[in-house]
């Protein structure tokens, strides 16, 4: 099994800033893409930030320019460091990754976090 540990979240004042870490852990052969999702109440989750295993990014046009995501093939972890935060950004944000769990075996199992609550707020 694959585990997937969030840290991080927390209250911020709008114009704030946070940084979430994501951690994985167990039977990893390797890791292809590496996602943010976030979901607030009554909506659909969105994604947030994707990055390949190249180190290729995607954002979310409202996060564009102000939220970075990056990764540690080394650790087995990402970061979402979120600048310039909005109320809008309030949400339960969730770590996602692509796991490898054997070389043999190519296929690609998605793996979620338990997420970690944002508030953005004054």
């Known amino acids: 099994q694959v585990q997937l540990v969030e840290s991080g979240g927390g209250l911020v004042q709008p114009g704030g800033s946070l940084r979430l870490s994501c951690a994985a852990s167990g039977s990893i052969f390797n890791i292809r893409d590496m996602n943010w999702y976030r979901q607030a109440p009554g909506k659909q989750r969105e994604l947030v930030a994707a990055i390949s295993s190249g180190g290729t990014t995607k954002y979310a046009d409202s996060v564009k320019g102000r939220f970075t995501i990056s990764r540690d093939n080394a650790k087995n972890t990402m970061s979402l460091q979120m600048n310039s935060l909005k109320p809008e950004d309030t949400a339960v944000y969730y770590c996602?990754?692509?796991?490898?769990?054997?070389?043999?075996?190519?296929?690609?199992?998605?793996?979620w976090g338990q997420g970690t609550q944002v508030t953005v707020s004054s």
């Open positions: 996602n990754m692509g796991v490898l769990i054997s070389q043999r075996d190519g296929y690609e199992y998605s793996y």
